[in-house]
C-alpha cells in the first residue's frame, strides 16, 4: 500500500491529446460559456469610465544668475518640490476650492475618489488624471484642474511656478473596463479549465477499456487476452 501511495503518476502527451478528443464537446462549451461570462459582465454590468489629463511643468526660479550650476539647481529643486505640490493639491482646502468652481453636484470625497497625481519619471512634470463615468465630467473637472491649480500653488511657493503644458481632452475611449483584453483572457481561461478538467475526469475514469489501462493503473503484468467474439 505505501508504493502505491507514494506512485507518481505520469501523464504523457498521448494522454492529453487523448483527454481532449474524447471531451472535445466540453472544453468547447466550457470554453463559450466562460469567454461570453466575461464578455457579458464587462460589456453590461460594468460601468465604463473615462479618463482626461492635464499635465503641468514646474518651473523654478534661479537664485544665482551668474552660477553656472543654477539651471542645474533649479532643475533639482522643480524635482525636490513636485512632491510638495502633489501634496498640496491633495488638500481639503484645494479640494473645496475645486469643488465650487466645477459646475457638477460633487462632494469632496467624490472628487478626492476621481483625481489621481503623480510625477512624471523624476522630472519636473506633475500629471493629474480624472476619472469617471462621463466623458464630459472628466473633461470638465480636468479643465478646472489646469485652470486653479497654478494660481493656487503659486500664491504658496513664490520660489516656483505651476505651468500648464498639456491641456485636457474629451476621451474618445472608455478607460474601463478593457472589454477586448479581458474577453481574451476570459478566452484563455475557459481553454485552461477545459482542457483540466477533461484530463481530470480520464484520470479518475476506473473504467478498463484497453491492456494500457491495466498495465499503466494497476502496474501488473497481463498473462493472456480472451478475444471479442462476435
Known sequence: MGQESGQVIEISLADILSSVKNHIVLIILITIITTGSIFGVNKY??????DSTVKFYIEASRIDED???????????AQRISNTYIELMKTNSFFNLLQTEI???LSVAELRR???YKSLQETEIIEANVRTDSPELSLDIA????QIAPEAMNEIKSNAMLKVIDQPLL???QSTPHIVRNTALGFLLGLFIGFMLAITIDRFNIKIKTEEDITRNFDINILGVVPKVK
Not at 45 to 50: A, D, Q
Not at 67 to 77: D, E, I, W, Y
Not at 143 to 146: S, V
Request: no cysteine; glycine share 4%; hydrophobic share 40%.
Open 143 to 146: 479643465k478646472t484642474i489646469a
Open 45 to 50: 454590468f460594468i460601468t465604463p469610465t473615462y
Open 103 to 105: 459646475d457638477a453636484n
Open 171 to 173: 476621451a474618445e475611449n
Open 114 to 116: 476621481s483625481i489621481s
Open 67 to 77: 552660477n553656472p550650476s543654477a539651471g542645474l539647481q533649479a532643475v533639482t529643486l
